[in-house]
């Protein structure tokens, strides 16, 4: 699909679907000025070719009291013949602990978020299943100590600055 | 014992004559209200892009405190010039056919000035902007209102135009997108305008500042016909289409003689636009596009929202194409704009503008502008159906 391009009308849909997961198709077409039958049809093209991988919500899990603790681990690796990166983010990621995956450019290659009960738990996590693997060169872990912003949403109040009721 | 006065002896005969702003009085009713939603609001409910701000927060840092060439930043000129060039393929000259205002406000005031003689008709299509009759008046001009209709979309027609042409007429004072009715008028319609207006001799003045705000299908700039630049005074600015309306920063392209004479009162008036404002221009016109479109598309959803919304609810309003307002019909109510925006106000505690605010041609319409959050336009549409229910 994205190969084929996006007209206006899908960008809508996927701005209006990432900035509310709940919104409704009814109200998506309201929106979009599209009939709910191609809101329904486009929307379900875009869940089986993934485009649209799934419908998540956003938690503040600090003010929710939870307890886990995030640390972001960059990775320096080795290949092995004949094998991608893929194969070792394949047995990375298979570990629930790790949130996230990421290939970057620059010093270190491989980017993970991991969560845990504590900081001791990361670190053994980290030091008996990540270091530990063959292909792991080198790791370094930066515990998280406060999220600011998650995915485009602040997790602090705004400053609001109001306007004039009626202006011309 | 020295003589006492009255002060409001002393005021020009050219300003007792201009009526006071009915915009004002809606004001101080919505501000004796608490809790009001309003749809009265004419700018961007968005805070400028922060990538804006920032760039004036490090031009202060850096002291860039002077005044600037009265012209406004030459680097501020060429960026302007390159954007007209790419979107409406009209080259400007960045030295002399380019002048920064603060404001189109200040803009439409100096075109004015400059091409009127006492006497000299100006031809206001309305429902119109509020200040377009004022500033007519205030230069000595004569406003002569023409009355664009709902069935034509308020498109101006070239019949309309050419009826109100006298020998007098000097120029006409074009708004496309719209405020209020959010009308557009496409490059064929305006084509038709174009014939008129070169076959009566007279000048344009394109006030273009909601030119970014097209949904379906891009803006055509006047002065992107065949002959017109020569005929144009374009007046556009950054407060829409960048949520900038604080900085007070715009600017007006037309031929060097006209922009010589605007220039002319800008430096003995104005002097230049604020420097900060300038910069900030700078960095909208550079870096700014990708987050203006984002905001036009939302403006695009509410658009829709609204548009249904009202219609559903009964209030006939047509499609509009730009700007961010919806201008509904409320003659089926049997109240008058005035009474159904009043009652509005006091019994459902929303706030929308009369039409007749913006001319006699906007009677029995309601201009409610959808720059504020999809939320508010949902509560101010289900107490709007409310409202109407009782009636």
Do not use: H
């Given at each position: 699909m994205g190969l084929l391009g996006m007209d206006e009308g899908t960008r809508h849909i996927l701005e209006c679907l990432e900035e509310d997961?709940?919104?409704?198709h009814e109200k998506i077409a309201t929106l979009t000025g599209l009939s709910v039958d191609e809101v329904n049809k486009r929307i379900k093209e875009m869940e089986d070719s993934g485009v649209i991988r799934r419908y998540k919500t956003i938690v503040d899990w600090d003010l929710a009291g939870d307890e886990n603790v995030y640390a972001i681990i960059e990775l320096k690796v080795t290949l092995e013949r004949n094998l991608g990166y893929q194969n070792l983010v394949n047995r990375l990621s298979k570990?629930?602990?790790?949130r996230s995956a990421r290939l970057l450019s620059g010093q270190y290659d491989l980017s993970l978020t991991v969560c845990g009960k504590s900081m001791k738990e990361v670190a053994f996590f980290v030091a008996e299943?990540?270091?530990?693997?063959?292909?792991?060169q080198h790791t370094a872990t930066h515990f998280v100590l406060?999220?600011?912003?998650?995915d485009g949403i602040f997790l602090y109040e705004q400053e609001h600055t109001g306007r004039l009721v009626v202006t011309p | 014992m020295r003589n006492g006065c009255?002060?409001?002896?002393?005021?020009s005969g050219v300003i007792q004559k201009v009526p006071p702003s009915g915009i004002r009085r809606y004001f101080d009713l919505a501000s004796e209200i608490d809790d009001v939603i309003s749809?009265?609001?004419?700018?961007?409910?968005?805070?400028?892009?922060w990538h804006i701000r920032e760039a004036c927060i490090h031009s202060l840092e850096c002291g860039e405190t002077s005044y600037t060439s009265n012209y406004g930043m030459i680097e501020l000129r060429e960026e302007l010039s390159n954007y007209h060039s790419s979107a409406y393929g009209v080259s400007y000259d960045s030295n002399s056919e380019i002048l920064v205002t603060s404001g189109v406000s200040e803009g439409l005031d100096l075109a004015i000035r400059a091409i009127t003689n006492p006497g000299d008709e100006i031809i206001i299509p309305q429902?119109?902007?509020?200040a377009y009759v004022p500033a007519v008046m205030f230069s000595g001009g004569v406003p002569v209102m023409v009355t664009t209709k709902m069935e034509n979309n308020f498109k101006l027609t070239p019949e309309e135009l050419e009826a109100a042409i006298t020998p007098r007429t000097k120029a006409v004072l074009m708004n496309y997108?719209?405020?209020?009715?959010g009308a557009t008028m496409g490059k064929a319609d305006l084509e038709a305008i174009a014939d008129i207006v070169s076959e009566h001799d007279i000048m344009v003045i394109s006030?273009?500042?909601?030119?970014?705000?097209?949904?379906?299908g891009g803006h055509s700039s006047?002065?992107?016909?065949?002959?017109?630049k020569e005929r144009t005074i374009l007046l556009n600015g950054f407060s829409k289409a960048y949520a900038m309306?604080?900085?007070r920063l715009a600017y007006a392209m037309a031929p060097p003689e006209i922009i010589a004479a605007m220039m002319l009162i800008h430096q003995y008036?104005?002097?230049?636009?604020p420097v900060t404002a300038q910069v900030g221009a700078i960095e909208a016109l550079k870096n700014g596009m990708h987050e203006m479109k984002s905001m036009v598309r939302d403006y695009d959803r509410r658009r829709h929202l609204i548009v249904s919304g009202l219609n559903k609810i009964g209030l006939d309003c047509f499609e509009p194409k730009g700007a961010f307002y919806v201008f509904p019909s409320v003659s089926n109510t049997g109240l008058s704009s005035e009474a159904f925006a009043e009652r509005l106000l006091n019994e459902q505690k929303v706030v929308t503008i009369p039409?007749?605010?913006?001319?006699?041609?906007?009677?029995?319409f309601l201009r409610c502008s959808y720059a504020t959050s999809r939320e508010e336009i949902e509560e101010a549409l289900s107490r709007i159906e409310i409202f109407v229910n009782k009636l």
């Open positions: 997961a709940r919104l409704s570990f629930p602990e790790v299943k990540i270091s530990t693997l063959e292909q792991v406060k999220t600011y912003k998650e | 009255n002060p409001s002896d002393f005021i749809l009265g609001v004419g700018e961007p409910d968005f805070v400028t892009p429902p119109c902007y509020v997108p719209n405020n209020p009715t006030d273009e500042v909601y030119d970014c705000l097209t949904y379906n006047f002065s992107s016909l065949d002959g017109m309306t604080g900085f008036s104005m002097l230049c636009a039409g007749n605010i913006f001319g006699d041609a906007g009677n029995g």
